[in-house]
Structures are given as structure tokens and as C-alpha cells.
């Protein structure tokens, strides 16, 4: 792993504005950064530059000009409770110009419920000040100044977002007025409790230039009508995916040529291969060929001010199944309002009384309404709730309602994405009890001048103790790790005599810290989990933790062994693989305990939750596989710069790093020569055959021998395997229907020419000749000048192409090909191989590392791609691009992480109450871009049947192996068992990938197996030793019953000790 080199550094026009404390009052803070922190983040980000070594994973979300236009941006966010310094770490961390945090207040007691930069020493002192200087180590390109005066009109001028939490609704009316009239963008956020509520205002005439944020679609044409309007029909190797309303432009047509490059014309989708386009009547004759191209195109949007908008409101729908409560609780939170101006604070926990008057304000504010805003029939009980737990405040809801805030903050700086239109309301009443009508007491649910008092005020003081005494497992201590346990240690899981317990085996790389914010540039190459452990450890003393460094998998069982998850409350994963989540979910279905799963990808994000007994597991349901690309594809007809960057992959690995390893076992491993014979057709010709280049044909003894290497190499890739491709398909080849043979998705290839004078040709030497002498131990260089005077001397073959050469034309023709097995090779090979014992090598394989700018793996990997897309035609990609697509790069950013997690810890409170209905979970999906919610309630565990007995995934036999005698039960007596206990006859059994037992083995071995223990046939068979920490086998079963039909039937645990 990279320890986090230099990044590359982009420079950007922008015009200098200072910005210090935008504040009427003189009371502001600033802590100045030293001026260049380790690991080259260097101070404010005023000289708008973009470091893509730690903002990579995010531009591939926002891209680079959504980031330049961020980056001229100040950002002030008032109101430092918990849903504003969530809002003020996801903007910082995303890297506009600068943030300013205001706040008038002083810390209290219910404010450290979810304010994770207050502590208890902070009390009394103002909020803003405090968290300021917390918030500046999040990112050094960000100056963040606090203030604490009023808010003026001449300091809001200054801004070009301004996000209002905890205020007022006069002060939201006054300033929404004069942001509208500014210009100024305006984001207002609050939650009440289980409740929360979004606004924007982004004035009259805000540009969203790119509405979803995907990928610009395109598509190969196969015909274009002469029409009006002309009908445009796609390959039908693909559906074209667009959609009507979408602008689209054209290039590589042949004979409609008027099409290419024109500007973009609007379609209309007739089906999945087919749109219909402009007139097209006069235009020249289609011929044949061209790719159709999606343009995004800029899209203007008008947003009412908060004044207009409040009694005409356009609300965004979170759950489709509360489809009616986003205007009731529109006019409730108003209503909460008049309550706070009334009496000077808000309506008491679980008050009755106050219950009965926030209804009747919100009664009389309905009668008043004129417009849309006013609701035919109020929700009472809704009403109610909202007033019991409105003075709580929760940092689930907080992390949440924060994360969609600070995204809508992006949007209104950079125009990327689609803002919330314009009002969002969202609540998570099921954490409530399940019950109907079950009603805390005022005196449960009191303030007890505690860190948890805005999470009592909801719950009551029994939850509270409950997850104190918590034990659980947290897998993965990443993006969704670090959000995970600041949530955490805010509700005070684990604050008791309960535990945590974290496992990472990652260290922290420069990338990391654009999202894990626990993490700092100080900490880069420390382990994870220790760091995010002495992290949260700061922001609640209280919670116990302990971190591990193992990976979850099969390696670890005897860690992780039956003890230790038996005395687990749950497992949450925050994992970035699925066959970890996988292997997780088979741990807590065998264990029988509650799983919590989340992912995300840029802005989308899911949470799923698994309740034992009750939900599917996470590997119940699973996504459709990945699309490979065809062999034939990569190796002589790629259309598009994924096949080449993927050819570039196959490259580096077939040359750094097979090679060297295969030769490595040849000469360390006596077993190595056996093996290899023993593969299938024509691979261990393929495999001696590289061990015999890498030992003796392209052994290099000096940097110059690997340059010649990379020099001819270079020619046997970009040139001579060209024209040999050509002179087997030359370019007017016809097929065997008459159709030109380099049509459609066969583009045809021109070989290149070596010139020193070339960027990219110099690129590719200096990569593949520095990667080559890695892999031998030998010096490499950097020197241009130097290599370009080598190269002059070295000796390039000439080559002609030859006849009888088979290229395959596709992987079917591939597969029948049976290729000749040729055994004189073999035979010549084993003898001039040298004899390990005389040989003195010592080779490293490499393996690929995309994020170490000096290590030449990515320099080779985009030099390689973009000559063989020059040999093809095929527009070239830039090393950003490259890296995500070679690099298989999951793009992320913070807004999103913060939001899911928000969601997972709603879930996580719900399971802690013990809530049993399937109706009470949800799982959810969102896209942030869009902005897109949905929650479900969780996929029932499908119910199977044997004779009458139900069974599901959750269900087992229990066998105890030991029997009343002392001695264990044999093979037959474990058949026996099943019959007679369960009317079963076990027809097959196994464990793992070992077979125990089948109708159809032989007598012989039959007869020897059936008097044996169980645990011997065990060893036996899978010969491996059972360890100590084993305490149960688990066997899979066929079985017929009685009336010898097959049944399904639930695995058997079988427990030995």
C-alpha cells in the first residue's frame, strides 16, 4: 500500500478573494494551519488548486470542474448543535473555499447527545468557538472561522451558501427573504427527535449541469432512416439506454455524414434499439457504422423564496409509504415554532398537556392556511408524537438530515445533481415502541444532566442502560467503520459494561482522509481500526472498545470462534467486498444474530437489515454478475477504451507478475515441475515457455537491456501484431455474406510507427523498462535524454507478417478451436530450462498498486491503453479516468456515508428495543444525485416444508455428538437418528466440500464408514485436523421421506464438545 506520495498537483484559474471572519461582531476565530502539514496538504485552498491524491475517490463523483467551481465557494453554516457540525464536517471534508460556523449559543448538556467535537469540559463555553478548531483538522485546504455575533446583512454578502440550523422562524423568513433577493443559495435544516426537515432556496435561475451525475450513455448505429423525423436503430448487442427528452450527437457515421458532429438534437425513445431523431429527409444515404453519444445538457430551474414557498409548498417524498405526512408535519414544525415563542422553550418530553397544545396550534395555523399548504384531515397522533420527543435531539436523524444538507450544499455550489425541490420531511417513528398507545413518562424521560439527555428525551432512560451493556462486533473500520462508531459512541453503545469490538486490517492511505474523518494526515500508514478507536475514545470517554487487525474469513475462526460470537448482541458490517459480506452473514445466520448491512457507490447508498427469524439474509437475494468482456474482444477487436484498459491490466499482469512468480516456484519449489505438467491442453507449454523467457531469452543484465526489451516489446504490440492482424483481415475483407468484415463493433486497426520524439511511445519504454527492472532487482532511471540515446542502438528485428497464422474471430470460434497440444516443445523446453540448483536468480513479482504516483504501474497501464486505442481509433482516456476504470475504483464521498450510516443506527436502535414485526424494520435505498429515497420493510425468510414441519433459513437440527455412553455417535447410528426421529432417510451428506456419505458408494467403503465416528469420517475424509476451537460441525443433508420423495431440509448442527 501506498504510504501516500505527492499528489498531482492541478492548477486552476480562479480569482483571489481573501476571506476572514464575515462577521458583524468582532468575536471570531481563526486557527491557523502550519503551512504545509505532512503529506503535501498544503494550506487553504485559495490558490484553487485540485490534490487529487486526496480528493481522488470524490472526483469521481463530483469530477473536476463540479470541483473547481467548489472550490470558489464560502460556505457559512449557523447553528453548531449536532445537525450543524455534521453539515460543517461533510462541506469541509468535500473542500468549497472556506466555511464559516456561527453560533450564539453555549454548550449544554443535550447538546453532547450528538455534537461529537463538544465535550464535557466544553460546557458553558460557546459552541461555535469549540468546534471551530476540531473542524479545521478535518481539512487543510479548508480555513474555518467561527463567529458569534448577530447575523447582518453585510456579513451574509459575503457567502455564496448559507445553511441555517437551530434558528428561529422570524430569523428564517428575514434572512430567506434577503438570500433570495442576494442571490445567495440557502439550505435550512433541523430535526426534532425522531424527525427532520430540509429546505433549499437556490434563487430564480439556478444551472444544474448534470441532472444524475451517470455516465454520458453512447451506442454503435446499425441504420438511420431518411425521414422526419429519421429513425436512428442500434446493434442489438446492448439495449441503448436512453430516454426520451434526452440530446444526444453523432460521429463515425458513414454516408449520412451530415449527422457527425452536428449539434445536439433532442430524442424520442421508440424502443430499446430504436429513437427517432430530427428531419433527416434531405440528408445523404446511411451507409454504415457510427456511434450516437449522450450530451448532458444544462438545465435551468426556478425555486420559490421561503415565504411563497411555505404556503405553497412542493415537498420531495422520502418513504411512499407515509405518503401524507410530509404536509402535516409541515405545518407541525411551524407549529413547534410558535410553541418555542410562546414559552421560551419546547414542548416537554412525553408532556401531555404540551401534546394537546401543539394540536391546537397546529389547528388553528391550518385554519389560517389558504394555499396548498392547508391539510383536509390533521394526523393527532402523528402531532402528538412530534411534540413528545421534539426537545430530543439524535445523532442518527442528525447524521442523516446532515448528510442530504451538506449534498444539497454541493449542488447549490457546483450545479451538479438535482436539488431537493423544495421541501424534504422525514421521520423514524418505529424506534418508537411497537406497541399502539405505549406512552413514556414525563419522569423517564427527563433531563438528567448527562451526555445523553437529547436521547433520554426520546427513549427514556431504560434504552439508555440497554445499549450500554451492548457487546457488538463492527467489521471494517473505513468510510462506513469511522461514521459507524462516531454514532456509536454518541447514542453510548457500549458506554456500560458492554463492548465494541473493531476489526481493520488496512493501514490509513492520503486518499482515506477525503471520507474517514476520524482519520488525519498525520495518521497516514497507521492501522485503522487503532487510530478510529483513540478517535472516538475522545469524543465519549465512556465507550469501551477494543480494536483487532484481523481480516474475517475462515483464517480467522479460531479468533472468531464459537465463544466469542455466542456472547455477541449483533454485527454490523462496514465492509467494500461482497464476499466478506457474505461470509459475515453466514456467521450470523449460524450464530442466530442481527445483522447490519450497508453499502454505497458515489451518491447512491443502501442499508439492509437481518433479523434473525424474522428477515432474509443478506446472501438471500444477490445482483446479476458483472458483464466480462469477450476474450476475442481484448485481444483483436476492442471498440472502446474499458477494452483497452482492461488489455492493459492482462498486460501488466502476463508480464510483471506472472512470469516472475511462475519462475520463482520453478526454482523454489521441487513440486513446481509436476504440477505444471498436470494442467489442461496447452497451458503448460504457455506456462514453461514464459518461465524459460524470464530465465534466459529476456533476462536483462543492465538498465539498457531492459530498455531494448520495453523497445521491442512496444513493436510486437503496437506494430507487428497489427499487421499480422491485417494481413489475415485486410481492410476491404468481405465475410462470408458479403458485409465488410471491420463493421460495427469491429473497428479496424492501424499499426503505429516508433518515434523518440512520441510523448507516449517514450511513456511506454519508460514504464515497461523501470517495471522490468523492479521485477530483477536492477537500477532503473528516469533519465529521457538518456533513453532516447539507448534506444538509437537497439537492434529492432524487421518484421513481415506470415501466412497460416489463426485468429479467432470470437470466443465460440475460440473454444472449438482444439489447440494442438505440441509435445516436441514441451520435451525441448524441459531440457534447456536451467537447473534450479545452478541458478542464482531472484525475481519480484509485482503486484499492481494504482494510488503510488512514483511506482510506474500506472504510468505503464495508461501508456499501454491509450497506444493500443490509437491503433484502433478509439478516443483516448487521461490517467484520472484510467485509474478509476484499471484501478476498479469505487467512487465515494462523505454526504452519502453519512446518510446511510444515519439510517443503519436507526435500525441498530430499533433491534435494541427488541422490536419483533417485520413492519417496524426498513431497509433503504438512496441516490442523493437524483435525489431518490425508498424504504421497504425487510423480505420476509422464505418458509419451506418437510411432511408439516415449517422451516427457514434460520432453522436447524440439533445433534449432540456425544452420546449417554460417553462414546461418540457412529456414522449409522447417526442415519438411524433421522429416521427414526425425524421419518428422514439421508440419501447423501456433507460437510464442507467433503462427501461423508452417498446411497451410491461403494459397499466396500460403505462398510468401513458406517462403524466410524463421526468427527473420524470428518478428518478422514477433508484430512484436516479438527481444531480446539471447533465446537460444532455443520452437515448438509438430501433426504427422502417416507414415501421416497425427495425433500428439502435445514442443516444439521452437530455439536462435539
Known amino acids: 500500500m501506498s504510504s501516500s506520495p505527492l499528489s498531482k498537483k492541478r492548477r486552476l484559474s480562479g480569482t483571489e478573494t481573501k476571506t476572514g471572519s464575515h462577521c458583524s461582531s468582532s468575536n471570531s476565530v481563526r486557527t491557523d494551519l502550519p503551512h504545509t502539514p505532512a503529506n503535501g496538504m498544503a494550506k487553504n485552498g485559495n490558490d484553487a488548486e485540485i490534490d487529487e491524491g486526496l480528493y481522488s475517490r470524490q472526483l469521481y463523483v463530483l469530477g473536476h470542474d463540479a470541483m473547481k467551481r467548489m472550490q470558489n465557494s464560502n460556505v457559512l453554516i449557523s447553528g453548531m448543535r449536532g445537525l450543524g457540525v455534521e453539515i460543517a464536517k461533510n462541506v469541509i471534508l468535500g473542500g468549497v473555499r472556506s466555511v464559516t460556523v456561527h453560533d450564539q449559543g453555549v454548550a449544554e448538556w443535550r447538546d453532547l447527545s450528538s455534537q461529537f467535537y463538544l465535550r464535557e469540559e466544553d460546557l458553558g463555553k460557546n459552541r461555535a468557538e469549540v468546534s471551530q478548531s476540531r473542524l479545521a483538522e478535518l481539512n487543510s485546504y479548508v480555513p474555518v472561522t467561527a463567529c458569534t455575533g448577530a447575523l447582518t446583512e453585510d456579513c451574509l454578502t459575503k457567502f455564496q451558501v448559507v445553511v441555517l440550523t437551530n434558528s428561529t422562524l422570524e430569523e428564517q423568513h428575514q434572512l430567506g427573504e434577503l438570500c433570495h433577493n442576494k442571490g445567495i443559495k440557502l439550505v435550512i435544516a433541523d430535526t426534532r427527535g425522531l424527525f427532520g426537515q430540509l429546505f433549499c432556496d437556490f434563487g430564480d435561475d439556478m444551472i444544474v449541469y448534470d441532472t444524475n451525475g451517470e455516465q454520458p450513455l453512447s451506442a454503435m448505429i446499425s441504420m438511420i432512416t431518411k425521414d422526419n423525423p429519421g429513425v436512428v436503430t442500434c446493434l442489438d448487442e446492448a439495449r441503448h439506454g436512453f430516454e426520451s427528452g434526452d440530446y444526444v450527437t453523432f460521429t463515425e457515421v458513414q454516408g449520412m455524414t451530415e449527422l457527425n458532429g452536428c449539434q445536439p438534437v433532442e430524442i424520442k425513445v421508440l424502443g430499446p434499439y430504436t429513437f427517432s431523431i430530427c428531419d433527416t429527409a434531405g440528408y445523404t444515404d446511411y451507409v454504415r457504422g457510427g456511434i450516437v453519444s449522450q450530451v448532458k445538457m444544462p438545465k435551468k430551474i426556478s425555486f420559490k423564496s421561503l415565504s411563497s414557498s411555505m404556503s405553497e ?167 462506513i467503520g469511522c461514521e459507524l462508531m462516531k454514532n456509536f459512541a454518541m447514542v453510548g453503545l457500549a458506554a456500560g459494561e458492554g463492548e465494541v469490538i473493531v476489526t481493520d486490517m488496512d493501514t490509513i492511505e492520503k486518499s482515506n482522509l477525503n471520507r474517514q474523518f476520524l482519520f488525519r494526515p498525520s495518521d497516514v500508514t497507521k492501522m485503522k481500526s487503532d487510530t478510529a478507536a483513540a478517535a472516538v475514545k475522545q469524543m465519549n470517554p465512556s465507550i469501551r472498545i477494543t480494536p483487532h487487525q484481523n481480516r474475517v474469513g475462515p483464517d480467522t475462526e479460531r479468533v472468531y470462534d464459537d465463544d466469542f460470537f455466542e456472547s455477541l448482541d449483533g454485527v454490523a458490517n462496514a465492509l467494500d467486498n461482497v464476499d466478506a459480506r457474505m461470509y459475515m452473514d453466514r456467521r450470523c445466520v449460524y450464530y442466530r444474530k442481527p445483522l447490519l448491512e450497508s453499502g454505497t457507490l458515489g451518491t447512491k447508498g443502501n442499508v439492509q437489515v437481518v433479523i434473525p427469524f424474522l428477515t432474509e439474509s443478506y446472501s438471500s437475494s444477490q445482483d446479476p454478475p458483472e458483464k466480462s468482456i469477450p476474450i476475442c474482444t481484448l485481444k483483436n477487436f476492442p471498440n472502446a477504451i474499458e477494452h483497452t484498459l482492461q488489455w492493459a491490466r492482462d498486460e501488466f499482469e502476463g508480464l510483471f507478475k506472472q512470469p516472475p512468480e511462475s519462475a520463482m516456484q520453478y526454482l523454489t519449489d521441487p513440486k513446481f515441475m509436476e504440477r505444471t505438467l498436470k494442467l489442461t491442453g496447452a497451458q503448460p507449454v504457455e506456462v514453461l515457455e514464459a518461465v524459460y523467457k524470464s530465465l534466459v531469452t529476456d533476462c536483462p543484465h543492465s538498465w539498457a537491456d531492459c530498455v531494448a526489451w520495453a523497445r521491442n516489446h512496444w513493436q510486437c504490440q503496437y506494430s507487428n501484431n497489427i499487421r499480422q492482424l491485417l494481413h489475415n483481415f485486410p481492410p476491404d475483407q468481405l465475410t462470408s455474406s458479403g458485409a465488410p468484415f471491420w463493421s460495427g463493433p469491429k473497428r479496424c486497426p492501424h499499426p503505429l510507427d516508433f518515434s523518440t520524439s512520441n510523448e507516449l511511445h517514450m511513456d511506454y519504454v519508460l514504464a515497461g523498462a523501470n517495471l522490468l527492472a523492479q521485477t530483477y532487482g536492477l537500477p532503473g532511471s528516469t533519465d529521457r535524454a538518456g533513453l532516447a540515446k539507448i534506444l538509437q542502438n537497439v537492434n529492432v528485428p524487421v518484421f513481415t507478417p506470415r501466412s497460416g497464422v489463426k485468429i479467432h474471430v470470437s470466443d465460440q470460434d475460440l473454444q472449438n478451436s482444439n489447440s494442438s497440444v505440441d509435445d516436441s516443445r514441451l520435451e525441448e523446453l524441459k531440457t534447456q530450462l536451467p537447473t534450479p540448483e545452478t541458478s542464482q536468480f531472484n525475481l519480484s513479482p509485482l503486484d499492481f498498486e494504482k494510488d503510488d504516483d512514483t511506482n510506474f504501474h500506472m504510468d505503464f497501464i495508461v501508456a499501454a491503453s491509450n497506444l493500443r486505442a490509437e491503433n484502433y481509433d478509439i478516443p483516448p482516456a487521461d490517467r484520472h479516468k484510467s485509474k478509476l476504470i484499471a484501478g476498479k475504483i469505487i467512487p465515494a464521498i462523505a454526504t452519502t456515508t453519512a446518510a446511510v450510516v444515519g439510517l443503519v443506527c436507526l435500525e441498530l436502535i430499533k433491534i435494541i428495543q427488541g422490536h419483533k414485526k417485520l413492519e417496524s424494520f426498513k431497509n433503504g435505498f438512496m441516490n442523493l444525485a437524483l435525489p431518490f429515497f425508498a424504504f421497504s420493510e425487510p423480505i420476509a425468510a422464505p418458509r419451506h416444508k418437510y411432511y408439516e414441519i415449517e422451516w427457514s433459513l434460520w432453522d436447524r437440527f440439533e445433534v449432540t455428538g456425544q452420546q449417554s455412553s460417553g462414546e461418540e455417535m457412529t456414522l449409522r447410528q447417526f442415519l438411524d437418528h433421522f429416521k427414526n426421529e425425524h421419518k428422514l432417510e439421508i440419501t447423501m451428506l456433507s460437510q464442507g466440500v467433503s462427501m461423508l456419505y452417498s446411497f451410491f458408494m461403494p459397499a466396500a467403503k460403505l462398510k468401513e464408514r458406517l462403524d466410524l465416528p463421526m468427527t473420524e469420517i470428518v478428518t478422514k475424509v477433508s484430512k484436516k485436523k479438527l481444531g480446539k476451537h471447533v465446537k460444532a460441525l455443520v452437515f448438509e443433508l438430501c433426504c427422502n421421506d417416507l414415501s421416497d420423495e425427495d425433500v428439502e431440509v435445514p442443516y444439521v448442527r452437530y455439536t462435539i464438545r
Not at 449534498?407 to 399502539?436: H, S
Open 313 to 479: 409548498p412542493e415537498f420531495m417524498m422520502t418513504d411512499f409509504a407515509k405518503f401524507d405526512r410530509p404536509g402535516q408535519l409541515h405545518l407541525g414544525f411551524q407549529a413547534i415554532y410558535a410553541f418555542q415563542k410562546k414559552h421560551s422553550r419546547l414542548p416537554t418530553p412525553w408532556s401531555q398537556a404540551d401534546g394537546e397544545e401543539l394540536l391546537s396550534l397546529v389547528k388553528e395555523l391550518n385554519s389560517t392556511q389558504t394555499g396548498s399548504a392547508k391539510v383536509e384531515q390533521l394526523d393527532e397522533a402523528l402531532l402528538k408524537k412530534l411534540s413528545y420527543v421534539a426537545a430530543g435531539d439524535l445523532a442518527p436523524v442528525n447524521a442523516f438530515i446532515g448528510g442530504l444538507a451538506a449534498q444539497e450544499v454541493m449542488k447549490a455550489c457546483t450545479g451538479k445533481f438535482m436539488p431537493i425541490m423544495q421541501w424534504l420531511y422525514f421521520d423514524a417513528l418505529e424506534c418508537l415502541a411497537e406497541e399502539d398507545g405505549v406512552m413514556l413518562t414525563e419522569e423517564e424521560c427527563s433531563p438528567r444532566n448527562c451526555r445523553y439527555d437529547g436521547q433520554i428525551a426520546v427513549f427514556g432512560s431504560k434504552l439508555q442502560e440497554l445499549l450500554g451493556k451492548q457487546r457488538y462486533f463492527l467489521v471494517g473500520a473505513g468510510a
